[in-house]
């Protein structure tokens, strides 16, 4: 059979042609990829006319189309559908990719042309897209060690080879760990549990080829029984097991590997003239040092324990009043928290979740972009790589504008938790592409699918992302959608997670699934008079991990990682009934790759100026205020990383925001 990626693809919208698509295929492809991506390369760096803008700058941005092509291919399907050839195939190419992209930047022919460009570029009359890229060019170069020479040279080039290698392994590891654990149910022991969980850990059985329900590691399973379990020994079996994940020893431990990753970000740091890693990454960043991440996360930390501390206690005495003595542990957490929430609030997901069908919060997502952007969804009948996925057309004013994918059951072959990423990025350079754009959740299937309402937070932040790389109207693709400062790129995100708070958005998307009825207005009034509800612990658990993450980078690579964490959740008098979000041998975030190492913060730099813009459309009228929604697509959600991200945001808003808003959105504040 011939190999798709060598022939052009005669698909709608240029898809990739995945029913055509084999593993087979990729090893052949990605060889023959990088071989060309590399004569390209060579071919700028030695062309014989003097180094401008074009036949460099440009030039270099025409390189690598076939490798883009493929791995744009192949890591969507290793994240969101792995198998053992995919698996093998990303241990084989992390450390020649990493060699291969080494090389380019090590080009010292390559970077002399790209630093003329640099040096010459106020005679130049470059515009302001042109000046952009080029300055992004040169400090990526930079940052690279493209100025490294000799054993600095190559010793960087081994590092960044071994770190590709490690973060492999430790995805991997911690796929496995999620993978391979579950637990046969009785009937006797899903007493107690909403006909919900039930359904799907009956579902989860039947993926596992088990006799009977399941309960696994999967968040839309695991999270809900350790909330409705009365079950106090089995919670404590899930919790174990779920915060385990990397820590078991064997072939799928995690801990070395981290604490050998962080080795070498120091020292990569160091060939750099950095004093730590920390300062490193940040510095291309908003926040700029790792000082001013800690100042913001000490402003949250102090009222967020405050509150956690508080409702412990309370948590404790409703567990004491069950008849159960000793101190309130994390597997309680949860239980009683959800107890409580029904007493004081008279909510109980079990009520709530059948008004939350996946269908219609999709159909939500969808009508918010079309009345805030003017986007249309039409469904498209082609292949995709899992029967699980499905795709729409996206067009505006009867112009196409993307191919939007949504994957959105947990499986076995998915790795966990939710992300948007791109088969395909926007630009108009050195052609017109359009977007191909994909989110990836890990929700619980059902007969109807019902999420609860942190699945349809994150159905909605997924879709903000979605929205910042379709809406996206640059010229090159270096600047496209997401490719924006980390602690930026959360703010589409979560500002869209606000339209679910809408109650004419849950006033008409919100019915229920057997029979149809609109969610009643005192149910309403309860889901959004709870929307606060427990944030003390959501956020003592999210901040624990940032500040872990920030130690981990800030000075000298700890020897024992493990050790750190616990001293630095010591020195924060972290509650014994809380623990990190994502301790360090499954902090995926931080150690699969180095996206969000040293950044785990940014999702609450980003959550600073998400309150202060959703706040900019209360101000303007309401939450579809059409000029504010022209303000933020022109200045945000099309701009990409075209500017720095603090004179977007001030351009959106005229100003930078104070971290009140957020304390106030969390119901924290004073």
């Known amino acids: 059979m011939s190999?798709?990626?060598?022939?052009?693809?005669?698909?709608?919208?240029?898809?990739?042609?995945f029913d055509r698509i084999e593993d087979g295929h990729f090893a052949p492809a990605i060889d023959a990829a990088l071989?060309?991506?590399?004569?390209?390369?060579?071919?700028?760096?030695?062309?014989?006319?003097?180094?401008?803008f074009a036949n460099t700058i440009e030039a270099l941005m025409r390189t690598g189309g076939a490798l883009d092509r493929v791995l744009g291919v192949f890591y969507n399907l290793a994240g969101a559908d792995s198998t053992?050839?995919?698996?093998?195939?990303?241990?084989?190419?992390?450390?020649?990719?990493?060699?291969?992209?080494?090389?380019?930047?090590g080009n010292k022919a390559l970077f002399a042309r790209i630093d003329a460009v640099w040096q010459a570029r106020e005679t130049l009359d470059l515009d302001a897209a042109q000046r952009r890229v080029l300055e992004l060019t040169h400090r990526n170069f930079v940052r690279a060690g493209a100025a490294l020479d000799g054993a600095e040279a190559e010793r960087m080039t081994a590092i960044k080879s071994r770190l590709a290698v490690l973060g492999t392994q430790f995805s991997q590891n911690l796929l496995a760990d999620e993978r391979d654990w579950f637990r046969v149910m009785t009937e006797a022991e899903m007493e107690g549990l909403p006909d919900f969980l039930k359904s799907a850990?009956?579902?989860?059985?039947?993926?596992?080829?088990?006799?009977?329900?399941?309960?696994?590691?999967?968040?839309?399973?695991?999270?809900?029984?350790?909330?409705?379990?009365?079950?106090?020994?089995?919670?404590e079996v899930a919790f174990r097991a779920w915060s385990m994940r990397g820590e078991n020893g064997g072939a799928t431990d995690n801990r070395a590997i981290a604490a050998e990753i962080l080795a070498l970000r120091q020292e990569r740091a160091a060939l750099l003239g950095y004093p730590s890693f920390a300062a490193y990454k940040l510095e291309t960043e908003m926040a700029g040092t790792p000082e001013r991440v800690r100042e913001l996360l000490m402003q949250v930390w102090q009222p967020a324990k405050a509150t956690a501390d508080a409702d412990a206690a309370v948590l404790e005495a409703m567990m004491r009043a069950d008849g159960i003595n000793g101190e309130l542990m994390p597997w309680d957490w949860r239980y009683y928290a959800e107890k409580r929430r029904k007493a004081e609030h008279d909510l109980d997901e079990a009520e709530l979740k059948p008004y939350l069908q996946l269908e219609r919060m999709i159909e939500a997502s969808f009508a918010c972009a079309n009345r805030l952007f003017g986007l249309e969804f039409t469904p498209l009948d082609v292949p995709l790589y899992h029967p699980d996925a499905r795709a729409w057309e996206v067009t505006r004013d009867g112009r196409h504008?993307?191919?939007?994918?949504?994957?959105?059951?947990?499986?076995?072959?998915?790795?966990?938790?939710?992300?948007?990423?791109?088969?395909?990025?926007?630009?108009?350079f050195p052609d017109v592409q359009s977007p191909v754009v994909v989110n990836v959740c890990n929700f619980a299937k059902g007969e109807p699918a019902l999420l609860s309402y942190d699945d349809a937070r994150t159905l909605f932040h997924e879709f903000g992302h979605a929205l910042h790389q379709m809406l996206s109207d640059v010229r090159y693709e270096m600047v496209s959608g997401t490719s924006v400062a980390r602690d930026f790129v959360e703010l589409p995100s979560q500002l869209y997670e606000h339209w679910l708070e809408v109650p004419e958005v849950l006033a008409e998307f919100a019915?229920?699934?057997?029979?149809?009825?609109?969610?009643?207005?005192?149910l309403l009034d309860k889901v959004l008079g709870a929307a606060t509800f427990d944030m003390g612990f959501q956020t003592v658990e999210y901040v624990a991990s940032a500040l872990v993450d920030l130690?981990?980078?800030?000075?000298?690579?700890?020897?024992?990682?493990?050790?750190?964490?616990?001293?630095?959740?010591?020195?924060?008098?972290?509650?014994?009934?809380?623990?990190?979000?994502?301790?360090?041998?499954?902090?995926?975030?931080?150690?699969?790759?180095d996206g969000y190492s040293s950044g785990y913060y940014s999702y609450m730099w980003s959550e600073v100026m998400d309150a202060d813009a959703f706040a900019a459309f209360e101000e303007a009228g309401g939450a579809f205020d059409p000029a504010t929604a022209q303000k933020l697509e022109q200045f945000i959600l099309s701009a990409g990383g075209s500017e720095e991200a603090?004179?977007?945001?001030?351009?959106?808003?005229?100003?930078?925001?104070?971290?009140?808003?957020?304390?106030?959105?969390?119901?924290?504040?004073?």
Request: a neutral charge.
């Open 3 to 17: 190999n798709p990626f060598f022939e052009p693809w005669a698909t709608p919208f240029d898809l990739p042609p």
């Open 35 to 52: 071989d060309e991506d590399l004569r390209q390369t060579v071919a700028v760096a030695e062309a014989p006319a003097a180094p401008d």
């Open 84 to 105: 053992e050839a995919r698996e093998a195939l990303m241990r084989d190419y992390a450390p020649r990719l990493a060699e291969h992209s080494a090389a380019i930047f």
């Open 201 to 235: 850990m009956r579902a989860a059985g039947k993926e596992r080829g088990a006799e009977g329900p399941v309960l696994t590691l999967s968040r839309s399973i695991v999270v809900p029984f350790l909330q409705f379990s009365p079950r106090r020994e089995l919670r």
């Open 401 to 428: 504008v993307a191919v939007f994918i949504g994957d959105y059951f947990a499986r076995a072959s998915k790795r966990s938790g939710a992300w948007c990423s791109a088969f395909r990025a926007q630009r108009q």
């Open 511 to 522: 019915t229920h699934a057997e029979t149809g009825a609109a969610m009643p207005q005192a």
């Open 551 to 593: 130690a981990f980078h800030e000075g000298a690579a700890p020897a024992d990682p493990m050790a750190t964490q616990a001293d630095v959740l010591a020195g924060l008098g972290m509650p014994p009934a809380i623990v990190m979000r994502h301790a360090t041998p499954h902090f995926a975030h931080v150690f699969s790759g």
């Open 646 to 670: 603090e004179v977007l945001y001030t351009k959106f808003r005229g100003r930078m925001p104070g971290v009140e808003a957020l304390l106030k959105g969390r119901g924290l504040a004073a």
